[in-house]
Structures are given as structure tokens and as C-alpha cells.
């Protein structure tokens, strides 16, 4: 299996890249109209290969949920940025973290872990900012934290487990 | 009397003009749902307009809606040069060159088959040369617009050989360039040496023009229509368009190829992509009325006069296509699935064949090739198509020996 995704031309069409995937190949041809048609063939052969048809907007948001802006598969670490040695991130808590249920102050985070909780996302659009030292975390927020990059482990073992 | 002739429908003003208007909008309605009706079952448009014009023609029974093709003058004009303008508006030569010698091999391959396919029914037919020069394209050019249409259709796009495929209909389309600018001379038929040789010398000179504004004149040209506005876009697109064809065929080369190099020319502006989207309606709408327009102009009594050299010709353009098939797959070490599909999706013909036909008839060739035309179309465009569909049966008869190397598995 390779991750070379190859390119053809389809004159008068449009553009084909197709990708061999588990289990047969993958093939999204993009017409010079804006459709996308995405095939799969089987490991067997091209035999009638199923086809799903998009429209230019719904490509762009299946290519948007593809490639992660949606929802990421991992957990902890999605994102990880460096700024000149300061570290920011975000990790999920779960039901069953040690910090689920506890409040900051009560978790001691800054003094165990060298890290600042500087934000809490909880549910679909509820945002903590700079959460006060009583705020209880639930399960189910993620929280962003600031710090240097050798801590972060410390915390997500400390808060997330 | 409504005033007839090319300009009979535009100059038709009050008077008589609302029975012309019932008859060209009652004309697009039966051809439109005649071709709907063909559509449930997989046939493409182009034979169907086509059938429509037959039927409501001079030449068969029933209601008739217009006597003569050329009541429909400008609007079929119209409707040629929108098709050629497309075609040079979606051609790239760039598209040909990135397919490397695989495919220009296949698609030479492919030409000379049927090219000589088409010279031999003519020469049997024992028809004059400017007849046999104008058959060869008839019967050697595939319908791109149907094959393209065919492989979305039939969901290949994401098959091995659908590039190559493609590529040999891109190398027809270069070659009916080539072509149409070569036969207008011959057919323009002007007397005496002398003056063949000043009018191919005027047309060289102006198709160089052309290309020459193609390759180094997208800036003025770009600013000369580049506008935010869709609606200005296109009737100055659509004026660029008309303009060139109707220069082209004034200095004897035919408007077919003026409309083409007008469709190159602007394909390299910065507004192509928009007017790309924007000619579309314009080509349909027109083309339609284009193959109308050729189906009234078909003697049906006439068909059976040429129903016998339709029928070899057909023949022996499956068979050449077949052929030309098998070597393509077989350049590119593809299997006979592959072969059994390009050969029978290349065969269907259409636009191409009815513009040069149209183009012949308008020249004062001989008459029959207006029928030969229309019944070849109609069987190819038609059996095409369903053939392409059951490729896998014709694969199954292709020996295996005949594709020594075994496809390779990307």
C-alpha cells in the first residue's frame, strides 16, 4: 500500500487522483464543472465500481470532516503548537479522568503540573474563558493549556489520565 | 409570405411572424422531449434533435412545421459555430502532449484506420473526390461531445483505459482543426489554378493570424472582454465568436474553423473558465436547433437509396474501431476489457460528422450525402452508445493471445 496519490488528465473532463487504499482503490475524478464523482474498486478489479456523486460545496465539507476539522480521531494532543518554547494545547477529559469532577484549585494544576488552564470548550459552544480556580471540570471539556512542552505529559497524566 | 432565406426568423417582424414562432417553438419542444424520452433508455441527444427534425420535416408524413432547413438560416449558423467555439474553448494541445507517444500513437492509430475507412466506402461507391474527401471525415471523426458524455454516463471515469480513451478523441479533435481548414479550399471548388492558390493563401494567412492571436494576444484580448459581469461577458464573448467565424468565412476559409481558433483564442484569456460555463446553454439551445435543422433537410425517400452503403459503412466502422481499440490497449498493456470498451465507445458518431456533411451540402456536393449522413448518425449515435454499454460481451470474444501482456496492476 503507498501513499502516492497519482493524477491523470481526462481531457474534456477534468482531473482524476486516485489512491490505493485497503482493500481496493479509491478514485475521485473532479470535473471541470465542479461535481466531484468518487469511485471504489474493489482489490478484484474496475467491475462495477460503486459511485457516489458530490457537488462542489458538498466536496469542500467532505474533504473538510476527511481531513480533520471536524472531529479528530485521537483524543489528546489534536493540536499542538509552539510558540518560541511556550506550548499550547488541548486535551479532552473523560468521564473517568482524574480531574473529572474536580475543580482547578482543588486538582492544584499550576503547582503539580507547571501548566495554566487558559480556556475550557464545554459542549457545543460553551467557552470558559480563564477559568477561576473553583471552576469544576466535567467530562467531556476540553481544555486548552499553556506551558512549556516538557510538562505537558505531567498534566494530561495529572487531569486527564 | 414571410420573408425566407438565412434571415427569414430574424427579419420576421409582425405580420406572419407568429406562425414562424409556433413552428420554431414547437420544434424545440418535440425535439426536446423526444430526446428526454431516449434519455430513460440511454440515448444521447444528438440523433434524437435530429429525428425530431425528420419527423416534423417536408419528407414524412404528419404535421409539418418547416418546409425547408434554411427557414431556420442564422439560428443553425449559430448553432455550428457554438459548437466548434466550445470545442476550440475546451481543446488544449497541452492536454495531447502531457498523454506522451502512447497516446499519440493510439490516436493516429485510430485515424488512419477509419480515415481509410471512410475513403475506401466512397471510393466503392465510385463518388467523386471532394465526395470521398468530405466522407473520409464523416466516417473517421468520433462524437466527442457523446463519447465524453458516454464514459460519465457509463461510470469510467476511474477506469485504466478511460485516459487514453479520452486522449484519442483529443487527437480527433486536433486532426478535424487540421481538416477543416484544409478542405474548405476544395470545397470552396473556385476555378483554375491560379486562383485556388490565392484564396489558400488568403486563408493561410488569416488562420496564422489567428493562431498567432491565440498564442501571444491573451492580454489584449482578455482586457478586450474581461468584465466582472456575466451578462456583458457573454455578449461579447458571443460577438468575438460570431465575428471571427464570419470573417473566416469571408476569406474562403469555412466559418467552422473561425469559430474554433475563436474558441482557442480565448481559452487563454483569464476569462475562459467563466465563459466555459456561460456557453454551454447557448451551444445546446443552438446545436439542437442545428441538428434539427439537418434532420428536415433529409429526404427520407432518399434513405433507401443509401441504405445500403450506410450499412457498410456502419459495418466497417465498428469494425475499424474495434481494431483501432484492441491496438490502443494493447500500446498501453491493457486487457481486452479495456480494448472492447474504447473501440465501441469511439464509435459513436455525431456533431462532427453532421457539420462536415452540412458543410458539404452547402458547398453543392453531391445530395445523397445528406441522407447517407443522417441514416449513419442515426444508427451509430444510437447503436453506439448501447454497444458501449455491453462492452463485457464483446470483451469475452476477443482471444486472449491478442493481449500478450497482462494488464498491469497500478
Redesign the interface.
Known sequence: MSDQIREQELPGIGRRYSVQADGGEVSIVIHHSGRRDIYLADATGHRQPAVATLSDDQARRLGAVLAGAYFQPTLTRQIEAVVGGLLIDWVTVHADSPGAGRSIADLQVRRQTRMTIVAILRGEDDVVMVPEPTEILQAGDRVVVVGRPDDLDGFVRHVVG | MTPTGPLGLLAATGGNSGRELVALGAALLVAGLLARAGRRIGLPTIPLFMAAGILTGPHTPGPVLFRDSADLGLLTTLGLILLLFHLGL?F?LD??L??GRRLLAAGAVYLVINLSAGVAIGASLGWGGREVLVLAGIVGISS?AIV?KL??EL?R????E??LL??I??VEDVFLAIYLALLQPVLGGVEGAGETAASVARGVVFLVLLVALARWGRRPVGRLLGTGDDELLTVCFVGVAILIAGVAANVGVSDAIGAFLAGQVVAGTSVA?RV??LVLPLRDLFAAMFFFAFGLSVDTGALGSVAVPVLAAVTVTALGCVVAGIIAARIQGLGPLAAANIGLTVVARGEFSLILASLAIAAGLDGRLAPFTAGYVLVLAIAGPLAASRS?LLARWLPARLFPTPAPT?
Open positions: 475546451e488544449s492536454d495531447l502531457a498523454g466527442s465524453t464514459v460519465v461510470r471515469l476511474a477506469n485504466p478511460t485516459g479520452l486522449g478523441i483529443v473558465h466555459q460555463r463485457h497500478p
